[in-house]
């Protein structure tokens, strides 16, 4: 019998240098250790980081960084290359401990990632997996309450202790019958790709790509745009407050089409009085800076791949083709998204193929489904 299920979790609450230092010294013993985080990000750029939970077989941890200066421990444990970090739908997770500790757990292992190689749908819930595997319900109550608040309620500290305690005896079941799949190297890579996305820095000369409807704008229009997403991208970082509660996606797409030369303008096109009051000159400056911007210099406009007109049947084939090659124990989307196909759609059409920049589908296990569907164009 599984121990976690036959007893109650427990836990202590580590709010001392020298209770986290223990902490740490007992999980470096042993050769996989559960982690969980709870934040908070309403209004900020950043998560706002209200516990970390640990479980290294025997105790759980539920470490409070209000109290604690020195991480020293636990970044040396996030980096023990010697004890496996398991985690669950951890992207979050792992942008919380980039931000605060400048360390990510490895190595680590994600059971999301890992059900998606064991016939569960994709993006598949803990409690979900919990009740398949153990036929137990836990609690869910709380993932939604304040993690910033102090002090934490019993039943705050109860829910976040449930996050990790069943996580380990789970890791353990799946990590047995993914042994029995031919997954395992692809549960690896995806788990490694996982952590990798999340160390590449967000490129703020990049950031206008990410505003919705961008490929309606000309090249002038574009450039306008890429400067003002720039500029609200450093803005949001150097005041930790969320992209949106600078100025919003759509309003900076707007002061870059109309090019306003007056804040009066601003509040026409549709600016809130907040963002005109706080923002407006220095809006007004930024697309003013266009005028000096040499032509060649400008964007190229934004081709949207599907006003291509091979895109409808491409994708179609695409699909049906997928549909052809899928293995029995692995869901197709696992193989390849929409957003996958036309991603190699984009490398054949636009990219002749680059070797030096390869869509997902060409890269690792996916690489033979990849030149099977490349049979299509």
Request: proline letters at 5%; glycine letters at 2%; charged letters at 30%.
């Amino acid at each position: 019998m599984i121990k976690e299920l036959k007893n109650k979790p427990h836990f202590e609450l580590i709010t001392t240098n020298e209770a986290l230092a223990d902490a740490c010294r007992r999980a470096l013993e042993k050769k996989e250790v559960a982690l969980d985080t709870e934040f908070v990000r309403v209004r900020s750029y950043y998560p706002k980081l209200g516990l970390v939970q640990l479980y290294d077989g025997e105790q759980v941890s539920l470490i409070d960084p209000n109290e604690i200066n020195d991480f020293s421990p636990l970044i040396e444990l996030l980096s023990a290359q010697n004890v496996m970090k398991v985690l669950h739908a951890g992207s979050e997770d792992l942008e919380v401990f980039q931000h605060y500790f400048q360390q990510l757990p490895t190595p680590m292992r994600d059971t999301q990632i890992m059900a998606n190689f064991l016939a569960f749908p994709n993006s598949t819930g803990l409690a979900t997996l919990i009740k398949h595997y153990f036929h137990l319900e836990i609690d869910k109550g709380e993932s939604r309450t304040d993690w910033l608040a102090r002090p934490l309620t019993e039943k705050q500290l109860r829910y976040a202790v449930g996050d990790v305690w069943y996580l380990l005896p789970l890791y353990h079941q799946m990590q047995e019958k993914l042994a029995q799949t031919e997954w395992q190297s692809a549960v690896d890579f995806e788990c490694k790709m996982l952590a990798e996305k999340r160390l590449e820095a967000k490129d703020a000369d990049k950031a206008y790509l990410n505003i919705p409807n961008v490929w309606k704008l000309n090249p002038q229009e574009l450039m306008r745009l890429k400067l003002l997403a720039k500029w609200r991208q450093e803005e949001a970082i150097r005041r930790d407050l969320a992209l949106n509660f600078v100025v919003r996606a759509e309003n900076l797409w707007l002061v870059a089409k109309h090019n306003p030369k007056h804040t009066s303008e601003l509040l026409e096109l549709g600016l809130s009085v907040q963002e005109v009051r706080i923002h407006g000159k220095k809006l007004l400056q930024i697309v003013d800076q266009v005028k000096r911007i040499d032509e060649k210099d400008y964007p190229e406009t934004i081709n949207k791949l599907s006003d291509d007109p091979r895109y409808k049947k491409t994708l179609k084939q695409l699909q049906s083709k997928l549909k052809e090659i899928a293995v029995v124990d692995l869901p197709q989307e696992v193989i390849a998204s929409k957003r996958s196909l036309e991603g190699l759609m984009k490398w054949v059409w636009h990219k002749n193929q680059d070797p030096d920049c390869q869509p997902d589908l060409m890269l690792n296990w996916r690489k033979p489904f990849g030149e099977k569907l490349l049979t299509i164009f």
